[in-house]
C-alpha cells in the first residue's frame, strides 16, 4: 500500500524550530517528487515547500523562504521540513504530498498524508 | 506567482443535482491543472489530473475540462457524500498554486 506518515509536529514557542518528517512506503521514493502543503484552522490549502526527485529542483513559498529547509534521505525513504523561526502565522496541519508522475518536472500530488499538527503559541 | 480563482466560494444544491465550479488562472497553464476533495480535517483526494482526467477510483460522475486559463469540475448528479470542498490547483510554474477553494452545501 502506498503511504505517506507524518510526524514532528507539536506546540512550540514563537522564534523557535521544529523538524517535520514524512515516511513513505509502497513506491520508489527515490523517483518521485515530493511536497509539503499546510492547512491553516479554517483556511484553505497552501503549498509551503517542495522537491525534485533527484533534489534538482528545490523551491519554497514566500511565506517560508530562508526560515523553511525542504530535504530528502532517499536511503530512508524520509522527507523532511527544518523549520526555524517559527510565528503563530505558521500554526497549521502540515501535509506530505507525493507527485504523481515518476521524474517528472512538476505534476498533481496523488497521495497525501494525514498531517501533522503544528501550533506556534507563547 | 500565478494566481488561481475559484467561483464560487460556497455553493448550496440538492442530491441529484449538476453542478459546475469554475477555476481561472491569472496567466494560460496550458492544461496542467488538477482538482482536489478535501473532508474537514482530512487529506486532500486528487479527483482530476491534467485538466480532464479522472484520479484512481474516483466516480465517473465527476469531469473536468478547460485549458489556458479556465477550467471547470463538473459533477453530474450529486451524492451525499459530494457535499465537501474541492480545490483546483496549477502545476504548469513553480511554485505550485491552489484556488482557495469551493464549499458544496446541501441546500
Known amino acids: 500500500e502506498v503511504q505517506l506518515v507524518e510526524s514532528g509536529g507539536g506546540l512550540v514557542q514563537p522564534g523557535r524550530s521544529l523538524r517535520l518528517s514524512c515516511a513513505a512506503s509502497?513506491?520508489?521514493?527515490?523517483?518521485?517528487?515530493m511536497h509539503w502543503v499546510r492547512q491553516a484552522p479554517g483556511k484553505g490549502l497552501e503549498w509551503v515547500s517542495g522537491?525534485?526527485?533527484?533534489?534538482?529542483?528545490?523551491g519554497y513559498a514566500d511565506s517560508v523562504k530562508g526560515r523553511f529547509t525542504i530535504s530528502r534521505d532517499n536511503a530512508k525513504n524520509s522527507l523532511y521540513l527544518q523549520m526555524n523561526s517559527l510565528r503563530p502565522e505558521d500554526t497549521a496541519l502540515f501535509f506530505c504530498a507525493k507527485e504523481k508522475n515518476k521524474k517528472g518536472q512538476s505534476d498533481a500530488f496523488d497521495i497525501w498524508g494525514q498531517g501533522t499538527m503544528v501550533t506556534v503559541s507563547s | 506567482d500565478i494566481q488561481m480563482t475559484q467561483s464560487p466560494s460556497t455553493l448550496s444544491a440538492s442530491v441529484g443535482d449538476r453542478v459546475t465550479i469554475t477555476c481561472r488562472a491569472s496567466q494560460s497553464i496550458s492544461r496542467w491543472l488538477a482538482w482536489y476533495q478535501q473532508k474537514p480535517g482530512k487529506a486532500p483526494k486528487l479527483l482530476i489530473y491534467?485538466?480532464?482526467s479522472l484520479g484512481s477510483g474516483v466516480p465517473s460522475r465527476f469531469s473536468g475540462s478547460g485549458s489556458g486559463t479556465e477550467f471547470t469540475l463538473t459533477i453530474s448528479s450529486l451524492q451525499p457524500d459530494d457535499f465537501l470542498t474541492y480545490y483546483c490547483?496549477?502545476?504548469?510554474?513553480?511554485?505550485?498554486?491552489f484556488g482557495q477553494g469551493t464549499k458544496l452545501e446541501i441546500k
Open positions: 491534467d485538466a480532464s
Open positions: 490547483q496549477q502545476y504548469n510554474t513553480y511554485p505550485p498554486t
Open positions: 509502497g513506491f520508489t521514493f527515490d523517483d518521485y517528487g
Open positions: 522537491i525534485g526527485w533527484n533534489s534538482g529542483i528545490i
